[in-house]
C-alpha cells in the first residue's frame, strides 16, 4: 500500500509540481532522507525490519527519480540542505535538554530515568514456546 502511494505521488505528482515550485522539494526529500536515515535497531519483529526494507527500497526509488528530474547539482544541493536542517534540529533538541539539566535538574533527570528504563525493558528477552530467546514486546 506504502509503496503504490509513494510511486503514485512520486511520478506523477512530483514530476509535475517541480518545473512550477522549487521550494517543495526540501518538503518532500526531508521526509525520504529520515526514512533512508533508519537502520532498524529499534525493530523487533521480522514483519517490521521487512517493511522497513521495502520502505526504504521505495524511498530510494523515489530520490533517484528526483535526481533525475532535478539534475545532479540541484539535487545535491537539497540534499545538503535537508542533511543541515536535520542536524541543526537535532542539536537544538540537544541543547534544549542540556539547559534542562541546567534549569530544573530534577525535571531532566526524570526524563532521562523514564528513557533508560524503556530502553532497557526493549533490551530484554524472554524464552518462547520453542525454547528460543526473542525480544520482549512491550
Known amino acids: 500500500m506504502i509503496k503504490l502511494l509513494a510511486l503514485i ?23 525520504l532522507f529520515i526514512i533512508m536515515e533508519k ?7 521480522e514483519v ?4 522497513l526494507e521495502e520502505l526504504q527500497s521505495v524511498t530510494k526509488e523515489c530520490m533517484q527519480i528526483l535526481e533525475d528530474k532535478l539534475g545532479i547539482n540541484k539535487y545535491t544541493m537539497y540534499y545538503a540542505s535537508v542533511n543541515k536542517t536535520i ?3 537535532r542539536q537544538e533538541r540537544k541543547a534544549k535538554r542540556t539547559r534542562l539539566e541546567i534549569t530544573n535538574p530534577e525535571l531532566a533527570s526524570n526524563k532521562k530515568l523514564k528513557k533508560h528504563k524503556k530502553s532497557k525493558e526493549n533490551r530484554k528477552f524472554t ?12
Do not use: C, F, W
Open 39 to 45: 537502520d532498524g535497531y529499534h525493530l523487533v519483529d
Open 127 to 138: 524464552k518462547d514456546q520453542n525454547g528460543y530467546y526473542t525480544r520482549n514486546h512491550s
Open 87 to 89: 542536524a541543526e534540529r
Open 9 to 31: 505521488y512520486s511520478k506523477y505528482y512530483l514530476l509535475e509540481k517541480l518545473n512550477e515550485n522549487k521550494t517543495i522539494v526540501p518538503k518532500i526529500l526531508m521526509p
Open 48 to 51: 517490521d525490519i521487512k517493511n
